[in-house]
């Protein structure tokens, strides 16, 4: 049974810092794409990042570039989503997602999903 799992939100000033982490288990962890989205209410979930199978590729959305960074860990099965300069517009329950289809900006393209993370950041 493929499990992900959050951990680390919080509620932070803006310009603060979080981070985010993932922990899989049940999954071959170097064949899935892993992504982070992040959803408000009313709204569809929205692509943050993501790093590729090896680690060696990330992605970003516009949004997010030059302040957010991913990473992972190949031998804990974790991925990271490092958030720095946070912003009011940054709020949101924030997902740790694994997938291999396309589009792997779109959340269709994953299979599996954590509970998500509540990340709230006060103007």
């Known amino acids: 049974q493929v499990q992900l799992v959050e951990s680390g939100g919080g509620l932070v000033q803006a310009g603060g810092s979080l981070r985010l982490s993932c922990t899989a288990s049940?999954?071959?962890?170097?064949?899935?794409?892993m992504a982070w989205f992040r959803q408000v209410p009313g709204k569809e979930r929205e692509f943050v990042g993501r790093v590729s199978g090896g680690g060696e590729r990330t992605y970003y959305a516009d949004s997010v570039k030059g302040r957010f960074t991913i990473s992972r860990d190949k031998a804990k099965k974790s991925v990271s989503l490092q958030m720095n300069s946070l912003k009011s517009e940054d709020t949101g329950v924030h997902y740790c997602?694994?997938?291999?289809?396309?589009?792997?900006?779109?959340?269709?393209?994953?299979?599996?999903w954590g509970r998500g993370a509540q990340v709230t950041v006060s103007s």
């Open positions: 997602a694994a997938g291999n289809r396309v589009p792997l900006d779109y959340y269709t393209a994953y299979d599996y």
């Open positions: 049940g999954l071959t962890f170097s064949t899935y794409s």
